[in-house]
């Protein structure tokens, strides 16, 4: 955790974002692995599928944080669990009722962000033990960030695998498609570069940092 | 009802069609436990016998669901029978057999958020299988968990010895890894009907 940040911009500012980059769910906590490899085959999927889930996030958030004196310490866990079933199931039935066709897509990943270790463990570590209201930004901020995190992959993977972006044709007409990128195997490698050119930002950043300290 | 041989249905969930490898069920015990052979292969047989319980106790709650007529509480139901039946299946080998428990230890409870579980009732619900070919599924899923996982552990055994750049150590090269592994189980392919 960076001190100098957490100084910078008030707190239930720093709730938000940390989210987004400092903590981002996918790229620095490695968590919820499957729904970001499973449908991020077009863009259109990996949008719908990063909304779903933070809508889950924002509202199981809101239930854990105004029952978290209630709920008995023993069964919590089974009590997240049963909040955040309830709201998926809301979100499995709006789902198709807004598009058939983004439903049949996403088939039962939609009924899977039940066990998206992102949720409970935003629900277990942060809602529990914080405020309404805090805890809300922080599952909106988890929310962006993993939904930002799920669109890197969809748009590397459509735009490459395809040559168009969410529908419309975006490279030259003669573009070779790298068919690799829509089968399962390119969704390992592109999180797999992501994360690559994470590390190496991050490692370029603190060798200049200690090299301004020298 | 479907009428797919038992055959099919195994080798397409071990093989074809395998959990890991091309529908990203289980991916975080697959990067999480897989740095060691031993580890990975004890895990592999706790998510096979995981997977088998929860296939014959989610077959019942979706006959019984059936009949209420209630199919909105398939998913809450599944996820506290799933819940229960890894409770349940602790406290079983804990009291039948001390020394399978002692081995498979801290991985029992965090199955329960394993998606390949969940993952598997729900195919098997949509996939109209009856009890029979439901089993016959789980244990094919369970199968090829264990040789995705057994197979990820051996690689990253070898890859302690490697020389590797800074950057990619850790997840990263993991991903890759597993891609090539995605790639070449597609090679399955032609197994299938």
Redesign the interface.
Known sequence: MNTVDQKAVPDSMDALLKGLWRENPVFVQ??G??PV??VTNTVINSLVMGLATMFVLVMSSIFVSSFRKLIPKQVRI?TF??II??F??VA??VIPAISIEVHRSLG?FI??I????VI?GRAESFSSKNPVGRSVLDALGMGIGFTIAVLSLGVVREVLGNGTFAGYRVLWSGFEPWV?ML???????V???W??LF??MR?RRSRTKTEVAS | MSTEPLSTIFLNAALINNFVLSAFLGICPFIGVSRKLETASRMGMAVTFVMLVSSVCAYGVHQALLIIGAPYLQLISYIVIIASAVQLVEMFIRKFSPALFRALGIFLPLITTNCAILGLALFQTSKEYDFVQALVYALGAGVGFTIAIVVMAGMREELELAELPDIVRGTAIVLILAGLLSLSFMGFAGLGT
């Open positions: 490695v968590l692995m499957c490899l499973a089974a669990i049963l079933a309830t998926v199931t499995d039935y039962a009924s899977l039940v066990v998206n270790c409970l690799v089968l399962p195997g390119g969704a390992f490698f999180l797999g570069f994360l690559l590390n190496w490692e």
